[in-house]
């Protein structure tokens, strides 16, 4: 496995370990900075464009379809990225605001939405640290 997937499966598993607990934990806390967050055209225009870069980025650094469920989650992930990123860039905000804060608002649906995240960072984190790696 390359070093370049590792790293990728660390850091995305550790980012979701830390960051998706910290939102569970403060559910209510999280559904208002989401809502401020997704009623500010400039703010959300800037997400957009980071999102998109960092989607960009994995695409075209890791964009890995054989060599085991690693690599393909990974390069799922970058995919699943970009496409946030465009999506966030070209829908009228309206759309993906009320959409994911529909989500959000549901109890049920809140929890929903975040163990799949959840799951796949501690698959990645796993996987990453119980790997071997070679050069790139």
Known sequence: MSS???????????Y???????MLLHRQAT????TALLNNAALLWVLSVITLTIGLAM????NVWSGGALPVV?????????????????LPSGVE??????ALRNPPLFY???TPSLVIGIYLTYGGFASKGTSI
């Open 4 to 14: 370049r997937t590792i790293f990728l499966a660390r850091l995305i598993g550790l």
């Open 16 to 22: 979701c370990i830390l960051v998706i607990p910290s």
């Open 31 to 34: 559904v208002d900075w989401m």
């Open 59 to 62: 695409v075209l650094a890791h």
């Open 74 to 90: 990974v390069t799922l992930v970058g995919w699943a990225t970009l496409i946030k990123g465009l999506l966030f860039l070209f």
């Open 97 to 102: 605001s009320e959409f994911i804060l529909s």
């Open 112 to 114: 929903v939405w975040m």
